[in-house]
């Protein structure tokens, strides 16, 4: 019997362009080629969720990675070039980040190496905890401007950083192209200098190297693959450093986000009252005959109590007394919205980014530790001086809130009297009763936003002046149209007096002429600034140290999609080597290539390159009555590490065989442990298929460990060692069956495995909390049957 049995199979309506197993959970991610990516379950492959394509996001999904811990998947969006970082439990977009380049393949690793400097590192209490309150959590009432984040907490978005342990998110691209961004988030290195496109990429636990394949073109030839291994030894030597920075600049980098979350919730709290002003107020100014003012209109009605046809017109019929109180409300609403997101967001976000900016800087201080990764201490302090003016901007706000709260309402108050009495109404005496400061009070919003200035008329396009507070959250470069009355401010004319202080480093600049938008964007841009350098300096550090052109690959083989494609990169960290496996249809298409090189590049691996024979895997046994034929010849058509002990393949045997398909599992002690033979010398200069009849060989034979896959053209697998499990595709991209392996050892190993399953007990709870049962939406597919039954027949047609 064989070592693994199936447990779930499936026809999938659309081509399947990527796979991933979770590393910690029985859970498989897919994405197809119109753009969705689906969630599913090892257990009869049912379906938990399924994240649709969105035209904000983007429909063209070229790489998948899961973070190490399984609580995030990474994907990129070739069509608008961005990287998602999408949360597993709830299937929401947690993070999105533009990419400068296109992405063709991306590794998600955690360093496994230890020191005591991380020991203590690790184990420490974050600080800023002790010092710091807990941000609050975002209102849910926004999702017209921000549609990418209509569902996100601030909760999630400060859960973005995980475990302390360092990770690393690597993505490669064409033209060479390779950035690694620490936790997912934080770029700590661009690499350039990487010849040809990436299609898969390791970066080695302890840090010390990346291995990339690439696929370097030229005019007059095939494509070839090659080899790289890049020495990243700067990032291995300063490992405490790198964890430390890299986790200061995630928070400074989540922060930041959260601080244009809470903004854009300003701003939509305010759009749809400027919208009504506008609505009401300036299509009464355009429709007026007379060629007074719209703030004489109101000031006769203030100090006479008469007021024109037309006024009394709109107060009357667009208006209402009805309509004026409910309005008068929701702008009483907003303005206390808006100052509360002030305070309890904005001043928390940006105390915040202030200590952790602060922190960062005396890191900096300490040269001999952190200069060498590019910290710059002057950068830093112009960053920390940005965010200080964006919490004067703030606070700037706050007091011009207060003073239009007090002018709207007086302005509100008086009209709604008014329109009492042109009603003939009876006015309540607690209201008929006005002081000479609200009068003033009344003036004042009459004259700030009903401005004669006909030159703000043609700028803005409007007959109504733009509103106070609504001029700070206007996302342009404009000036602002009302700026605050600086007139009398001893403070102010103190500093301008003193020349010591005017120029000070400690008395950050205000911007009175500035919007909060204007002024986020610039402390964006400093802070940029410094998160920019580091991985400058880092990726300059990088260099070359193994380039080893492999074979050619036919051109005909570009219809296959390019992430299932050999070679297949694994980083053994037990080890401490990166191992690729790939093979040379047009050279060698029975034999199975093994290329080894240790994580520290001037380590030398004995039998760095080895072969597995193919020809005859299968013994000639007796198994359930039936003899198998001893003398099949197998190529592999897809091989990926299943741990550092046994490789997972599909086979094909040959075409007169009838091209029958297995699933097998391939012990790499027994190749690796031969010594028959000379170690293999690689010719400078030649490609190895030019010299692969010296790489030494060793045929294998598998005992009961494959499986023949019947009634089905296997073309491809993706396998999680952790959680024991493999997922088949066939060559149409559709056809999907997975296979729990090792399920001799059950029993066993009955224990650990109940271990294992805590995390995805979990999950199963919280995902059907969330009404996300793979049951209820494998039911809601039975619309989809059809379709099935029609590609199992088709694919019948083609096997046969």
Same mark, same amino acid.
């Given at each position: 019997?064989?070592?693994?049995?199936?447990?779930?199979?499936?026809?999938?309506?659309?081509?399947?362009?990527?796979?991933?197993?979770?590393?910690?959970?029985?859970?498989?991610?897919? &994405? *197809?080629?119109?753009?969705?990516?689906?969630?599913?379950?090892?257990?009869?492959?049912?379906?938990?969720?399924?994240?649709?394509?969105?035209?904000?996001?983007?429909?063209?999904?070229?790489?998948? &990675?899961?973070?190490?811990?399984?609580? %995030?998947?990474?994907?990129?969006?070739?069509?608008?070039?961005?990287?998602?970082?999408? #949360?597993?439990?709830?299937?929401?977009?947690?993070?999105?980040?533009?990419?400068?380049?296109?992405?063709?393949?991306?590794?998600?690793?955690?360093?496994?190496?230890?020191?005591?400097?991380?020991?203590?590192?690790?184990?420490?209490?974050?600080?800023?905890?002790?010092?710091?309150?807990?941000?609050?959590?975002?209102?849910?009432?926004?999702?017209?401007?921000?549609?990418?984040?209509?569902?996100?907490?601030?909760?999630? %978005?400060?859960?973005?950083?995980?475990?302390?342990?360092?990770?690393?998110?690597?993505?490669?691209?064409?033209?060479?192209?390779?950035?690694?961004?620490?936790?997912?988030?934080?770029?700590?290195?661009?690499?350039? #200098?990487?010849? $040809?496109?990436?299609?898969?990429?390791?970066?080695?636990?302890?840090?010390?190297?990346?291995?990339?394949?690439? /696929?370097?073109?030229?005019?007059?030839?095939?494509?070839?693959?090659?080899?790289?291994?890049?020495?990243?030894?700067?990032?291995?030597?300063?490992?405490?450093?790198?964890?430390?920075?890299?986790?200061?600049?995630?928070?400074?980098?989540?922060?930041?986000?959260?601080?244009?979350?809470?903004?854009?919730?300003?701003?939509?709290?305010?759009?749809?009252?400027?919208?009504?002003?506008?609505?009401?107020?300036?299509?009464?100014?355009?429709?007026?005959?007379?060629?007074?003012?719209?703030?004489?209109?109101?000031?006769?009605?203030?100090?006479?109590?008469?007021?024109?046809?037309?006024?009394?017109?709109?107060?009357?019929?667009?208006?209402?007394?009805?309509?004026?109180?409910?309005?008068?409300?929701?702008?009483?609403?907003?303005?206390?919205?808006?100052?509360?997101?002030?305070?309890?967001?904005?001043?928390?976000?940006?105390?915040?980014?202030?200590?952790?900016?602060?922190?960062?800087?005396?890191?900096?201080?300490?040269?001999?530790?952190?200069? @060498?990764?590019?910290?710059?201490?002057? &950068?830093?302090?112009?960053? +920390?001086?940005?965010? #200080?003016?964006?919490?004067?901007?703030?606070?700037?706000?706050?007091?011009?809130?207060?003073?239009?709260?007090?002018?709207?309402?007086?302005?509100?108050?008086?009209?709604?009297?008014?329109?009492?009495?042109?009603?003939?109404?009876?006015?309540?005496?607690?209201?008929?009763?006005?002081?000479?400061?609200? %009068?003033?009070?009344?003036?004042?919003?009459?004259?700030?936003?009903?401005?004669?200035?006909?030159?703000?008329?043609?700028?803005?396009?409007?007959?109504? *002046?733009?509103?106070?507070?609504?001029?700070?959250?206007?996302?342009?470069?404009?000036?602002?149209?009302?700026?605050?009355?600086?007139?009398?401010?001893?403070?102010?004319?103190?500093?301008?007096?003193?020349?010591?202080?005017?120029?000070? @480093?400690?008395?950050?600049?205000?911007?009175?002429?500035?919007?909060?938008?204007?002024?986020?964007?610039?402390?964006?841009?400093? +802070?940029?600034?410094?998160?920019?350098?580091?991985?400058?300096?880092?990726?300059?550090?990088?260099?070359?140290?193994?380039?080893?052109?492999?074979?050619?690959?036919?051109?005909?083989?570009?219809?296959?999609?390019?992430?299932?494609?050999?070679?297949?990169?694994?980083?053994?960290?037990?080890?401490?080597?990166?191992?690729?496996?790939?093979?040379?249809?047009?050279?060698?298409?029975?034999?199975?290539?093994?290329?080894?090189?240790?994580?520290?590049?001037?380590?030398?691996?004995?039998?760095?390159?080895?072969?597995?024979?193919?020809?005859?895997?299968?013994?000639?046994?007796?198994?359930?009555?039936?003899?198998?034929?001893?003398?099949?010849?197998?190529?592999?058509?897809?091989?990926?590490?299943?741990?550092?002990?046994?490789?997972?393949?599909?086979?094909?045997?040959?075409?007169?065989?009838?091209?029958?398909?297995?699933?097998?599992?391939?012990?790499?002690?027994?190749?690796?442990?031969?010594? /028959?033979?000379?170690?293999?010398?690689?010719?400078?200069?030649?490609?190895?298929?030019?010299?692969?009849?010296?790489?030494?060989?060793?045929?294998?034979?598998? $005992?009961?460990?494959?499986?023949?896959?019947?009634?089905?053209?296997?073309?491809?697998?993706?396998?999680?060692? +952790?959680?024991?499990?493999?997922?088949?595709?066939?060559?149409?991209?559709?056809?999907?069956?997975?296979?729990?392996?090792?399920?001799?050892?059950?029993?066993?190993?009955?224990?650990?495995?109940?271990?294992?399953?805590?995390?995805?007990?979990?999950?199963?709870?919280?995902?059907?909390?969330?009404?996300? /049962?793979?049951?209820? /939406?494998?039911?809601?597919?039975?619309?989809?049957?059809?379709?099935?039954?029609?590609?199992?027949?088709?694919?019948?047609?083609?096997?046969?």
């Amino acid at each position: 019997m064989p070592a693994f049995r199936q447990v779930g199979e499936k026809q999938l309506p659309n081509p399947v362009l990527c796979m991933a197993w979770s590393p910690k959970r029985d859970l498989i991610a897919l &994405a *197809n080629t119109t753009g969705e990516l689906l969630l599913h379950r090892l257990a009869s492959f049912q379906r938990v969720w399924s994240l649709p394509p969105s035209e904000f996001t983007g429909k063209e999904i070229t790489a998948l &990675a899961w973070r190490p811990d399984g609580k %995030i998947l990474a994907f990129h969006l070739g069509d608008t070039q961005q990287v998602v970082l999408c #949360g597993v439990e709830k299937a929401e977009i947690l993070h999105v980040f533009p990419m400068q380049n296109s992405v063709t393949c991306m590794h998600w690793m955690e360093v496994t190496e230890e020191s005591s400097a991380l020991s203590s590192f690790y184990n420490s209490e974050d600080e800023s905890k002790l010092f710091l309150p807990k941000l609050p959590t975002l209102p849910k009432s926004y999702s017209t401007t921000s549609k990418i984040f209509s569902e996100e907490k601030s909760d999630e %978005i400060m859960n973005l950083l995980g475990e302390v342990r360092l990770n690393v998110l690597v993505l490669g691209g064409d033209s060479g192209f390779v950035e690694l961004f620490a936790y997912g988030m934080y770029k700590i290195a661009t690499l350039t #200098g990487v010849s $040809g496109s990436c299609r898969s990429l390791s970066l080695s636990g302890d840090l010390k190297s990346l291995s990339v394949i690439t /696929e370097v073109r030229s005019t007059d030839n095939d494509p070839q693959i090659c080899y790289l291994q890049l020495d990243t030894g700067l990032l291995s030597d300063c490992l405490p450093e790198v964890t430390r920075m890299s986790r200061k600049f995630t928070h400074i980098s989540t922060l930041l986000q959260y601080l244009h979350l809470s903004l854009t919730c300003m701003c939509e709290a305010w759009e749809d009252i400027l919208m009504q002003m506008d609505l009401r107020l300036t299509k009464f100014v355009q429709e007026k005959n007379t060629s007074t003012q719209v703030q004489d209109e109101f000031l006769e009605l203030l100090l006479w109590g008469q007021s024109s046809p037309e006024l009394q017109a709109l107060l009357m019929n667009q208006l209402t007394v009805k309509g004026l109180k409910k309005l008068g409300q929701s702008i009483e609403s907003s303005y206390s919205s808006i100052q509360k997101l002030v305070i309890s967001h904005l001043q928390s976000g940006s105390e915040a980014l202030l200590y952790h900016l602060s922190e960062v800087k005396g890191m900096s201080l300490w040269k001999q530790k952190f200069e @060498p990764l590019g910290l710059d201490s002057a &950068a830093l302090e112009g960053a +920390i001086t940005a965010v #200080g003016s964006f919490s004067l901007k703030a606070n700037e706000l706050l007091q011009v809130i207060d003073k239009s709260m007090k002018n709207f309402k007086a302005f509100f108050r008086w009209l709604y009297v008014a329109m009492l009495r042109m009603c003939e109404e009876h006015v309540p005496p607690e209201l008929n009763k006005m002081t000479q400061k609200d %009068i003033a009070f009344v003036a004042d919003f009459l004259s700030e936003h009903f401005s004669e200035n006909e030159e703000l008329f043609d700028r803005k396009g409007k007959y109504f *002046n733009v509103e106070r507070v609504g001029q700070y959250l206007n996302d342009e470069d404009e000036d602002l149209v009302s700026p605050p009355n600086t007139k009398g401010n001893q403070w102010l004319r103190f500093l301008q007096e003193s020349s010591q202080l005017k120029e000070s @480093p400690l008395l950050f600049p205000s911007f009175p002429q500035k919007s909060l938008h204007f002024v986020k964007r610039m402390m964006e841009s400093v +802070i940029e600034q410094c998160l920019q350098k580091p991985a400058e300096v880092i990726g300059r550090s990088v260099q070359q140290a193994v380039f080893l052109p492999l074979y050619t690959v036919p051109e005909s083989s570009e219809n296959t999609p390019r992430l299932f494609e050999l070679p297949s990169l694994w980083n053994d960290k037990k080890a401490k080597m990166h191992v690729v496996v790939f093979c040379m249809p047009e050279v060698s298409p029975c034999k199975l290539f093994l290329l080894r090189r240790g994580t520290d590049p001037t380590r030398h691996i004995p039998h760095s390159v080895m072969s597995i024979d193919l020809g005859r895997p299968l013994e000639a046994e007796a198994e359930e009555g039936v003899f198998l034929r001893p003398h099949r010849v197998y190529s592999c058509t897809d091989a990926r590490f299943y741990d550092d002990e046994m490789l997972t393949v599909v086979l094909q045997a040959s075409e007169e065989e009838g091209r029958r398909r297995v699933l097998a599992q391939l012990p790499l002690s027994a190749a690796l442990s031969s010594k /028959e033979g000379e170690e293999f010398s690689w010719e400078p200069g030649l490609r190895l298929d030019q010299q692969s009849g010296s790489v030494p060989c060793q045929s294998l034979v598998l $005992g009961n460990q494959w499986r023949e896959l019947e009634n089905m053209k296997a073309q491809f697998v993706a396998v999680n060692g +952790i959680r024991k499990v493999a997922c088949v595709l066939s060559g149409n991209l559709r056809h999907i069956r997975v296979f729990e392996m090792d399920v001799e050892d059950e029993d066993e190993e009955g224990g650990e495995s109940q271990n294992a399953s805590v995390d995805q007990e979990g999950l199963d709870s919280t995902m059907n909390s969330e009404g996300l /049962e793979g049951g209820k /939406e494998e039911a809601a597919e039975g619309a989809g049957n059809k379709m099935e039954e029609q590609l199992e027949s088709e694919e019948a047609l083609d096997i046969s």
